[in-house]
């Protein structure tokens, strides 16, 4: 079964930086991965997103300038290296297949557990 796993979450101080993983059991060559996280109390929502050939990026508004995607089809792994952590930025990370545009993304792969980020003093 085609999984996907995020790894590399914790607690880290406001300004702090954490990377991400998202690690597939399959292939990534042909596929656009996104990230998505979900505060307490809150709907989900995209943060980022990266096409199958890592051409294309999408970021989030609130995460611009500060968090990078990037992928290694290689080691069927996407990353999420975040810098200037917020308290805000507190969330359940997760990964999932998605088609990345320009100017936007749609998730059509399921959710698996992702992974805790609180960011805290």
């Known amino acids: 079964q085609a999984q996907l796993a995020e790894s590399g979450g914790g607690l880290v101080q406001p300004g702090g930086s954490l990377r991400l993983s998202c690690s597939a059991s399959?292939?990534?060559?042909?596929?656009?991965i996104g990230w998505f996280r979900q505060a307490p109390g809150k709907e989900r929502e995209g943060v980022s997103c990266?096409?199958?050939?890592?051409?294309?990026?999408y970021y989030a508004d609130s995460v611009k300038g500060r968090f990078t995607i990037s992928r290694d089809n290689a080691k069927r792994t996407v990353y999420l290296q975040m810098n200037s952590l917020k308290p805000e930025d507190t969330a359940v990370y997760y990964c999932?297949?998605?088609?990345?545009?320009?100017?936007?993304?749609?998730?059509?792969?399921?959710w698996g557990q992702g992974t805790q980020v609180t960011v805290s003093s």
């Open positions: 990266i096409s199958s050939g890592g051409g294309i990026t």
């Open positions: 399959f292939t990534l060559n042909y596929a656009g």
């Open positions: 999932t297949l998605t088609t990345c545009t320009r100017t936007g993304y749609i998730p059509y792969g399921s």
